[in-house]
Nanobody, 124 residues
Framework: QLQLVESGGALVQAGGSLRLSCAASGRFFSMYVMAWFRQAPGKEREFVAGINRNGGRTSYVDSVRGRVTISRDNAENTVLLQMNSLKPEDTAVYYC?????????????????WGQGTQVTVSS
């Protein structure tokens, strides 16, 4: 069992930066692929970024690549999402998710554990 709690969401102006944090409690955090998804009103939940078990491999959706960095600290059971050059289209609720797999998967239905979400709003 893994519990995930996100934090760091806020209202920012376009061009600004935010760092989202996901704190995990439970056992064997390092055995989970971790990912960030987002969901805007009226839209489906979208994969943003993922990181494999040891942090050696990452994956990003094309719309954020070059602006967003995912990282993890297995000693601290945390996952971070550093977002720069934010755009109004980045506005969404951002969710942290975990799945006990070896590879990063960009499909939300396979993830077993989810946080409650944190709101990111980017004003133009």
């Amino acid at each position: 069992q893994l519990q995930l709690v996100e934090s760091g969401g806020a209202l920012v102006q376009a061009g600004g930066s935010l760092r989202l944090s996901c704190a995990a409690s439970g056992r064997f955090f390092s055995m989970y692929v971790m990912a960030w998804f987002r969901q805007a009103p009226g839209k489906e939940r979208e994969f943003v970024a993922g990181i494999n078990r040891n942090g050696g491999r990452t994956s990003y959706v094309d719309s954020v690549r070059g602006r967003v960095t995912i990282s993890r600290d297995n000693a601290e059971n945390t996952v971070l999402l550093q977002m720069n050059s934010l755009k109004p289209e980045d506005t969404a609720v951002y969710y942290c998710a975990a799945v006990n797999k070896f590879t990063i998967i960009d499909v939300p239905n396979v993830y077993d554990y989810w946080g409650q979400g944190t709101q990111v709003t980017v004003s133009s």
